[in-house]
């Protein structure tokens, strides 16, 4: 609090634009220097050990060494580092729900894989039954069927209820009677009293699998309505296979100061897309980038598959890269590169998207990337 009130005090007295470094872009005394009108820089903490060796060849460290060394990489090397983004609050609410909505869905997987595993220690037919843990009737099988001699005494009735209170509609019976079939499908058993702990497990992973999908489902609720409220919304849905969920992570990760990225080589160089060049003496190589924004770069990855489907441009580029021999994974990353590129232009200018101004020029030869 008392730095922040310092900050004030020197705007009161006409000094604006006051540069602050700190090694974190997150938390509350972020926040508050913003609020104060501080120019917030964060520098990478790995960044700061190179910088500390100038001053302490030895490696001593200190909270006050530590202050002096980020004081002195904004005196010296200013211009090599960025301020943090002066992001809108509803752009920084999409990111925190975008961001949120995505971990939800991390853990239900890590849930399921985790059950999955130990299915297959005890009761493979369950997995021979279900494909996907995380869907509905799989976690109300899981819960009232956790081992084979509960699966024994299973009525297709009670199934049929579960299915029903689920949102089920169509083909209960026959759904029920299925599942039933399959659960009861003879395998080798472990030691009763392992197999009733083994249950007990299950079933626990099956109450998490329920909670982590009402999580999903509510933060999905909350990502779509703050997204659609936001103006660059319309700009990001304007483009072939980019629908809510997607668009709001794109917008989350890339914010909406359009000061940050002053071409769209920066956008892309941040999202990962763009390749790195290498060069020493006579020797240049271009590799994958590694130093990106990997919620951004994941985004962008995920976006290449809806774009050959449902664009007839997209999926003519994406079939010229495969041609000149690239493998699925450079050519979808070249794709998304192309429209990374597209996407900056847009959101400057505020234009929706329109295949006919983005691909005039697609008879030329695609720009040669790293594969």
Same mark, same amino acid.
């Given at each position: 609090?008392?730095?922040?009130?310092?900050?004030?005090?020197?705007?009161?007295?006409?000094?604006?634009?006051?540069?602050?470094?700190?090694?974190?872009?997150?938390?509350?005394?972020?926040?508050?220097?913003?609020?104060?009108?501080?120019?917030?820089?964060?520098?990478?903490?790995?960044?700061?050990?190179?910088?500390?060796?100038?001053?302490?060849?030895?490696?001593?460290?200190?909270?006050?060494?530590?202050?002096?060394?980020?004081?002195?990489?904004?005196?010296?090397?200013?211009?090599?580092?960025?301020?943090?983004?002066?992001?809108?609050?509803?752009?920084?609410?999409?990111?925190?729900?975008?961001?949120?909505?995505?971990?939800?869905?991390?853990?239900?997987?890590?849930?399921?894989?985790?059950?999955?595993?130990? =299915?297959?220690?005890?009761?493979?037919?369950?997995?021979?039954?279900?494909?996907?843990?995380?869907?509905?009737?799989?976690?109300?099988?899981?819960?009232?069927?956790?081992?084979?001699?509960?699966?024994?005494?299973?009525?297709?009735?009670?199934?049929?209820?579960?299915?029903?209170?689920?949102?089920?509609?169509?083909?209960?019976?026959?759904?029920?009677?299925?599942?039933?079939?399959?659960?009861?499908?003879?395998?080798?058993?472990?030691?009763?009293?392992?197999?009733?702990?083994?249950?007990?497990?299950?079933?626990?992973?099956?109450?998490?699998?329920?909670?982590?999908?009402?999580?999903?489902?509510?933060?999905?609720?909350?990502?779509?309505?703050?997204?659609?409220?936001?103006?660059?919304?319309?700009?990001?849905?304007?483009?072939?296979?980019?629908?809510?969920?997607?668009?709001?992570?794109?917008?989350?990760?890339?914010?909406?100061?359009?000061?940050?990225?002053?071409?769209?080589?920066?956008?892309?160089?941040?999202?990962?897309?763009?390749?790195?060049?290498?060069?020493?003496?006579?020797?240049?190589?271009?590799? =994958?980038?590694?130093?990106?924004?990997?919620?951004?770069?994941?985004?962008?990855? =995920?976006?290449?598959?809806?774009?050959?489907?449902?664009?007839?441009?997209?999926?003519?580029?994406?079939?010229?890269?495969?041609?000149?021999?690239?493998?699925?994974?450079?050519?979808?990353?070249?794709?998304?590169?192309?429209?990374?590129?597209?996407?900056?232009?847009?959101?400057?200018?505020?234009?929706?998207?329109?295949?006919?101004?983005?691909?005039?020029?697609?008879?030329?030869?695609?720009?040669?990337?790293?594969?």
């Amino acid at each position: 609090m008392q730095l922040v009130e310092l900050i004030l005090e020197l705007r009161k007295g006409g000094l604006d634009g006051l540069p602050v470094a700190i090694e974190t872009a997150q938390g509350l005394l972020v926040s508050a220097l913003r609020a104060a009108g501080a120019d917030v820089f964060a520098i990478n903490p790995l960044s700061v050990s190179r910088y500390r060796d100038r001053y302490s060849p030895s490696r001593t460290k200190s909270d006050a060494a530590d202050a002096m060394v980020l004081a002195n990489i904004l005196r010296t090397d200013r211009d090599n580092h960025r301020r943090l983004p002066n992001d809108s609050e509803q752009a920084q609410s999409v990111k925190v729900l975008a961001r949120a909505h995505q971990d939800a869905i991390w853990d239900r997987q890590q849930i399921a894989s985790k059950a999955r595993s130990l =299915l297959r220690q005890y009761f493979p037919a369950f997995l021979e039954t279900f494909d996907d843990l995380t869907t509905m009737g799989a976690r109300e099988a899981l819960r009232l069927a956790p081992t084979p001699a509960a699966a024994v005494n299973l009525r297709p009735s009670t199934i049929a209820a579960a299915l029903r209170k689920g949102g089920r509609k169509r083909g209960v019976e026959v759904e029920a009677r299925k599942i039933v079939a399959g659960l009861r499908l003879p395998h080798l058993r472990q030691p009763l009293q392992v197999e009733i702990a083994m249950g007990r497990q299950a079933h626990a992973y099956a109450r998490a699998l329920t909670a982590t999908a009402e999580n999903v489902k509510s933060l999905e609720a909350a990502l779509t309505s703050a997204f659609e409220e936001h103006p660059d919304a319309p700009i990001l849905t304007s483009f072939p296979g980019l629908g809510v969920v997607l668009g709001a992570r794109i917008l989350g990760e890339i914010g909406d100061d359009r000061t940050r990225f002053a071409t769209a080589r920066g956008l892309k160089a941040y999202a990962g897309t763009a390749p790195v060049t290498r060069a020493s003496g006579t020797r240049s190589s271009t590799r =994958l980038r590694i130093v990106r924004n990997k919620r951004l770069n994941h985004a962008a990855y =995920l976006w290449a598959l809806p774009l050959i489907l449902h664009s007839p441009d997209a999926r003519a580029y994406y079939d010229r890269r495969r041609a000149i021999g690239d493998t699925y994974t450079a050519a979808a990353r070249n794709l998304s590169n192309r429209y990374i590129g597209m996407l900056h232009h847009c959101l400057c200018s505020r234009e929706l998207y329109d295949a006919s101004v983005a691909f005039a020029h697609c008879a030329e030869p695609a720009d040669a990337m790293v594969s």
